[in-house]
């Protein structure tokens, strides 16, 4: 198959141009040339799909995977550089496009997330699910063959430059005792990155055409696994230590910000996202202990820089002597 890859270089689209070498396929890349290219790409084509599109006016494609539209306009100035070149259009979306996503269990059938400003070219949080639901619409109103749409959850694994997920395995092998929600039942959802290309690609080679919410089964992993896997790669006399949820949210401790993944009540139903069509088409959850151990290695291999996100060593240990003293203090009888 011939395909054409938008972006190709970082992360998701790192590995989904890895598997698609390993499958055999004649892979194209379009991007701005920041990063070096995937080993086994045949062709790299230079350009910035804010500002030009020229070197897509020539060639064709049986399909293009679309890793990096953030903006409906993006895809509606790609689907009309290629117009009838291409044969299929295989775009990257969100599980961020639901607009309650405070409910358990969504399908691909749930409302999705509107934005006040359908031209806004600035993404947000507020604005970003909405704008990648804008993303979806736009594919299916200008593009004239088959599409799929996938919709990941949160994608971990190696690479990731996010360090959401990698938090967790660089924290525990730093060692000491490590800060962690008292709530090891916990639902954890995501996609290791290598699952996400697989299933993409034989979902593109199949000529899957709908709406997949791709992501770890629902309650396959806990907050529980993910502490375990991490502490089996932790120095000796590593401990988590479980903080009452309701204290952190009183000392100001910042959901998913200052703990990574960390979702209290309602607002971890996003872990339990429905993904069983996409499993019923052929999508495999790579073990939790595997994938931390490939995380920390890639991070290991990199230099070891700080986790980008997550609390500071300093007021983690301040926060373990606060609630350590509060745990202590004598209660009324």
Known sequence: MRLLVIGGTRFVGKHMVEAAVARGHDVTLFNRGNRPAPRGVSRELRGDRDEDLSALAEGTWDAV?????YLPRQV???????GSRVGFYALV?????YADQT????????????????DAEEVTN????????????????????????????????????TDRFTYWPARFARGGDVLVPDRRDAPMQWVDARDLAAWTLKAIEDG???TY???TEPWRFTLGDLIDACLAHAPARTRAVPVAEAWLLEQGVRPFVDVPLWLP???????????????????????VARTVADTLAWWRASGSPAPTTGMDAAREARLLARWARAVDAPRDA
């Not at 409910?103 to 359908?118: I, K, S, Y």
């Not at 063959?145 to 430059?161: A, E, N, Q």
């Not at 009540?265 to 019923?280: M, T, Y």
């Open 65 to 69: 995977l679309d890793t990096s539209a």
């Open 213 to 215: 919410n791709v992501a």
């Open 126 to 161: 507020r604005n970003y699910g909405g704008l990648k639901a804008l993303c979806e619409r736009t594919l299916a109103e200008r593009f004239e063959g088959p599409t799929l749409v996938i919709r990941p959850g949160i994608v971990v694994g190696p690479h990731d430059p």
């Open 76 to 82: 509606r100035s790609l689907v009309d550089a290629l």
């Open 93 to 97: 979306s969100t599980v961020s496009v």
């Open 265 to 287: 009540g309602e607002l971890g139903n996003v872990f339990l996202i429905d993904s069983s069509r996409a499993h019923a088409a052929g999508l495999e959850d790579t073990p």
């Open 103 to 118: 409910l358990p269990h969504l399908d691909e059938d749930a409302a999705l997330a509107e934005v006040d400003d359908e």
């Open 208 to 210: 899957l055409t709908a």
